[in-house]
């Protein structure tokens, strides 16, 4: 059974940085593609960066993209996420989710994450 364990949440004011970290634990494959989503007030969830493990071949959503940073650690099936330069409306809960059994050609397709972990929320102030 995956379960996936996200870390680093908190509150920052606008301009700062946060990172995020996922541990995909119970993940047999060798390679993952993992990725973040958020639901922020008022939306539904959407995928924001995906990382395929095996190759580093990264996607972002075009909200974060230049901004945030997903990447590969160095343990397996770890991935981390830098947020910088935040603003008030990147505030919402983030999840980690993997698209299992894992496939490159899908993993920048947001609507192929089959799991996600439990969530950790982002405050950004003004």
């Known amino acids: 059974q995956v379960e996936l364990m996200e870390s680093g949440g908190g509150s920052v004011q606008a301009g700062g940085s946060l990172t995020l970290s996922c541990v995909a634990s119970?993940?047999?494959?060798?390679?993952?593609?993992m990725g973040w989503f958020r639901q922020t007030p008022g939306k539904e969830r959407e995928g924001i960066a995906a990382?395929?493990?095996?190759?580093?071949?990264?996607w972002y959503d075009r909200s974060v993209s230049g901004r945030f940073t997903i990447s590969r650690e160095s343990a397996r099936n770890t991935v981390s996420l830098r947020m910088d330069n935040l603003n008030v409306g990147d505030s919402g809960t983030y999840y980690c989710?993997?698209?299992?059994?894992?496939?490159?050609?899908?993993?920048?397709?947001?609507?192929?994450?089959?799991?996600w972990g439990q969530g950790t929320q982002v405050t950004v102030s003004s």
């Open positions: 989710a993997v698209l299992s059994p894992p496939s490159e050609s899908r993993c920048g397709l947001w609507s192929a994450f089959t799991l």
């Open positions: 119970g993940y047999t494959y060798s390679s993952a593609c």
């Open positions: 990382i395929y493990t095996g190759s580093g071949t990264t």
